[in-house]
């Protein structure tokens, strides 16, 4: 299925958990490919350059790296290819945490194909089985603390940006020869794109809500990222 802004808002799975001084906003997403090109996506830079930004460094444990378009860097903590990767996300005097994760998704067996069988009249032939449905999930943990940044904002000031570039990645992946910036740039300016800042905004207030946070203040802090991201003063009531 090819990725959509529809289709993001349902298939990505945003959580809030709380985290010692903080909390965890974190995104997963099932993507129909191997770890290994998973990984790839997320770690090389020439790969990164077309749907995220530029990149550069090691992505091995102890090696720095840095994403100039973001404004920023960091030192990654743990590296185990083609699973998990573990660095400090360090923007302006900030330092959190992140983590990926990649995790291959055994097939459903309802989803698998029945084998197919060659005509009777060919004794030799056998049965051959369909190949398993290829996924992959990717798991996405930011920590950010519970600071005034965050009675103000929620987890959709961390949480939205990341929807975009899950979105971003999506495309990537089903087209990975692309460059996926310019379409993306045009996007994020467009009426649709607004709309997907809204919505995810949305999603992002539900998810603080089943978290345990209360509605009315939570509803605010949703409202006031969207606006944030969208350049407009925000409509609290």
Known sequence: ???????????????????????????????????????????????????FGRASGEVVEGGRYELPDMETR?????????????????????????????????PDPSEVAEPDTAPASDAAAQPVAAAPPVATRFTLRHTVPADAHWQTFGPAATGCGWD??????????EDPSADQLPRLSRFAASPEGADFTRATADAWFEAHVASGA?????????VRTAAFYLGEEPELS
């Open 1 to 51: 299925m090819t990725a959509s802004p529809t289709s993001q808002l349902t298939d990505v799975t945003r959580t809030v958990t709380p985290a010692p001084g903080g909390y965890v906003v974190a995104l997963s997403q099932t993507f129909a490919v191997h770890p290994e090109e998973l990984w790839s996506a997320l770690t090389i830079g020439s790969h990164l350059e077309v749907w």
């Open 74 to 106: 960091g030192t990654v903590l743990a590296a185990e290819e083609p699973h998990r990767l573990l660095l400090t996300w360090e923007f302006g005097n900030t330092s959190k945490e992140m983590e990926l994760l990649v995790e291959p998704v055994e």
């Open 164 to 173: 975009a570039a899950l979105y971003a990645l999506a495309l990537h992946l």
């Open 214 to 222: 209360d509605k009315k203040p939570a509803r605010k802090a949703s």
